[in-house]
Structure formats: C-alpha cells, structure tokens
C-alpha cells in the first residue's frame, strides 16, 4: 500500500565515501513531454538548479534526517556505500520532504544543471570518494542558475526514428556558459546524427533562472534536426 503524495518534486543528490558527504545544489527535473506538465512521463525534459521555492531548513532535514542515517546504516550492515547518492523527494504541501526513491548515480537530466555550477574538478572530487578523504576536500559551487532542456526525437517517449542528421552544434560551441550534453547521439560517416529518444540536454548557466533559461532557449534555436521536440516551459514557474 503506498501512500498518495502531492506537492513539488525535488532531487537532492550527495557526494559520499561511506562516512563523509558533499551535498549538490539541489534540482528539479520536468517529466511529462509536453509544456504544462501535459502527456505522458519520460526520463525528464529539462531542468534547474538552484530550486528557490525549497527552504534550507527543508534540506537539512533531508541530510540529518535522510542522507545521513542511509549512509551510516549501509556502513553498520557491512556494505559502504561510496560514489553518488540520489534522493528523489516530493515536498508536500505542508513543506514536509517525502522520499520518493533512491538512485545509485547522477540524475538525468538533473546532473546537467548540477555539474554546469561545479567549480571544482569533478576528478579531484571521485578521487577524493575513492580514497575516502572526500572531508578533506573543499568543494565550489557557482552561485549562478542553471538551466537544461531536453531535445527529444518527435515520437518520443513512443515511437522514434533515429539517424537524423543534427546541425547547429558547432554554432553553439561560440556561445559562452552553454553546454551540450550528448545523450541519444551517434557519428554517422561525417554527421552527427540521432540516435535515441533524448539526444541532447542544452545547458546554460545564468545570473539567474530567468537569463540561465534565456540562454538555453537561445542555443536551442540554433540547434535543428527533423521531428525534434521540447518543451518550451523548463524552469518557467
């Protein structure tokens, strides 16, 4: 029997080396395929980074309440867990986080915005977990927004075509704080061309989330393939 929840979904994600942990900025993703949160779910059309409308207090209650009790109950069973931890929350009404699931890695697309404001080298970081000394690490993040949009195939989360030839890219490689992060790609003889449902996460970073999604919009325009979609409405609310 589960319990119905309602509210605001969030994705808070940790750094850990079994004992110590390095909180991410928190995220939050866009499921449905169509703007207005209309159509059926997908892996995630988009997303932002920070999420303003989540208080502090609600993250260390995550932490203290969550996170921590994880980790050290994984240690007391034998079985450290070291790397990413991911916990999908939904932030009720009456501002209490709830845990939805719990993933062993990056979100997607959630890691985009995230790994967008990472000021540190993210190897010194792995190295650090894998070495477990990630508390004798000083880890920087932007204080800049960050926005990803999802370019999916048309079709898609249905029936797609791939091998579609993607142009543009090289158009926003001039663009300055954007990031294309390849998804559903292939190199097809000297194209690149589709080859999945999602194919790219557009990624802009911004003073805020209102100029981060300016930006990502921008290089979107500038990226075209046949049936491409998206949804125009990432981080509007």
């Not at 890691?111 to 792995?126: C, E, G």
């Not at 249905?158 to 890219?169: A, E, F, P, R, V």
């Not at 589709?194 to 999604?213: C, K, N, P, Y």
């Amino acid at each position: 029997i589960e319990e119905f929840l309602t509210g605001e979904e969030a994705s808070f994600l940790v750094f850990t080396d079994g004992k110590s942990i390095v909180p991410m900025p928190l995220s939050r993703d866009h499921k449905r395929v169509f703007d207005d949160d209309k159509g059926p779910n997908t892996g995630g059309m988009g997303a932002y980074s920070p999420v303003p409308s989540v208080s502090k207090e609600i993250i260390d209650i995550v932490i203290h309440e969550v996170v921590k009790p994880v980790i050290s109950g994984l240690e007391k069973e034998g079985c450290p867990y070291e790397g990413i931890l991911y916990t999908g929350l939904m932030i009720t009404p009456e501002g209490k986080p709830k845990v939805l699931e719990f993933n062993c890695r990056f979100g997607d697309p959630e890691a985009q915005p995230i790994l967008m404001r990472l000021d540190t080298d993210i190897v010194d970081i792995l190295e650090a977990v894998i070495d477990k000394k990630l508390d004798g690490i000083k880890v920087n993040w932007s204080d800049k927004a960050s926005v990803c949009v999802v370019m999916a195939s048309g079709g898609y989360p249905d029936k797609y075509q791939n091998g579609k030839i993607i142009s543009g890219l090289e158009k926003v490689r001039e663009m300055q704080d954007v990031m294309v992060f390849h998804a559903g790609t292939a190199f097809d003889k000297a194209n690149t061309v589709t080859a999945g449902g999602r194919v790219l996460g557009v990624t802009a970073l911004g003073e805020d989330i209102s100029l981060a999604r300016a930006k990502a919009y921008e290089a979107v325009e500038k990226i075209k393939f046949e049936g491409v979609q998206y949804r125009t409405d990432i981080g509007k609310k």
